[in-house]
Nanobody, 115 residues
């Protein structure tokens, strides 16, 4: 049971990236991806954005107005649109989901913002 995240990369300040998270075997292992976290070197993992079962959206203060979390119509793919990226956004980004009531973490995708 796992999640796969993609879309990370190296960009300059002010540029954009879109992360995607999907369960590779949705029929066999229906993981519900619902949040993005990130962890910068030397720092604790922090919540970036999440979508509740009722589709309420919640963002870290540092990304409000710049990042947007969304889900495709089928609900199997979770996105994180990241605009106006800053050096402080440099981190490994992790997708988080639930398999029933079991928390599932993706392996992480690196986002590096530098000039």
């Amino acid at each position: 049971v796992q999640l796969q995240a993609s879309g990370g990369g190296s960009v300059h300040p002010g540029e954009s990236l879109r992360l995607s998270c999907v369960s590779p075997s949705p029929r066999r292992f229906p993981v519900n991806p619902r949040a993005w976290y990130r962890q910068a070197p030397g720092k604790e993992r922090e919540l970036v954005a999440r979508m509740t079962p009722g589709r309420m959206l919640d963002y870290a203060e540092s990304v409000k107005g710049r990042f947007a979390i969304s889900r495709d119509k089928g609900g199997g793919t979770l996105y994180l649109q990241m605009n106006s990226l800053q050096a402080e956004d440099t981190a490994t980004y992790y997708c988080y989901g639930l398999y029933g009531s079991v928390p599932i973490w993706g392996p992480g995708t690196q986002v590096t913002v530098s000039s």
